[in-house]
């Protein structure tokens, strides 16, 4: 196991357009968080996965976005029509547990222009 | 949620001096964790804290839990360039059987040769 992937890297899209991210967790991990990183600011955390479950949504999770983690695998983090606020960089991590540390994907950078 | 304050935000020093950072909060953690951020990449573990006046030491990085479990620091000793990088202090609060992470906006180090 490689640890956390995430997919793209990096995209560019233009403002109203749908963008989608994947990550794959580490195997074994149950647990699976998306968090948002914009500069010279911490993570801030989105929402968190059990297994297939979405136990958890934070208010900055509105209505254009929308995550699935189908039969407790991988994860998507869609955003429908793009605002030029949601230029960020979307970071996942897993966890078996939490109270110990994540692991940390290399992150999806999202410009929307 | 609770909040992390560190401080100090940037810090410029030369190779070989000795720097620390600090982690604070009103609040008691469950655990606290450091994380260490390179550019265009995610955060990477470098140790969790959990109880109260912890030290734990890897290589030239000493961490510090404080004994009400409130704060940290991070000392380094004769910092090297290679320990550039954004240094993250997250807490981890209980939410049921799970613990979620509350990030502080980061201490960005760099050291020069």
């Known amino acids: 196991d490689t640890g956390v992937s995430q997919n793209p890297r990096h995209k560019i899209t233009k403002r109203g357009q749908n963008v989608t991210f994947r990550c794959d967790p580490i195997?074994?991990?149950?647990?699976l968080y998306w968090y948002r990183q914009t500069l010279g600011q911490g993570p801030e955390f989105l929402t968190y996965f059990q297994n297939e479950a979405q136990l958890e949504k934070s208010r900055l999770l509105s209505d254009r976005f929308s995550a699935e983690r189908p039969k407790g695998s991988f994860s998507t983090l869609e955003i429908q029509r793009t605002e030029q606020g949601d230029s960020a960089m979307y970071l996942c991590a897993s966890s078996f547990g939490g109270a110990y540390g994540y692991t940390f994907g290399s992150g999806t950078r999202l410009t929307v222009v | 949620t609770q909040l992390l304050e560190q401080s100090p935000q940037f810090l410029s020093i030369q190779e070989g001096e000795n720097l620390t950072v600090y982690c604070n909060s009103s609040?008691?953690?469950?655990?606290l964790q450091w994380y260490r951020q390179e550019p265009g990449e995610g955060p990477v573990l470098l140790v969790t804290v959990v109880t109260g006046g912890e030290v734990k030491k890897l290589k030239r990085l000493t961490f510090q839990f404080g004994d009400a479990r409130k704060d940290s620091s991070l000392h380094i000793t004769a910092a090297q360039p290679g320990d550039t990088g954004l240094y993250l202090c997250a807490g981890a609060e209980r939410f049921g059987s799970n613990y979620k992470l509350t990030f502080g906006k980061g201490t960005l180090l760099t050291v020069n040769p």
């Open positions: 195997s074994e991990h149950n647990r």
């Open positions: 609040s008691v953690f469950s655990s």
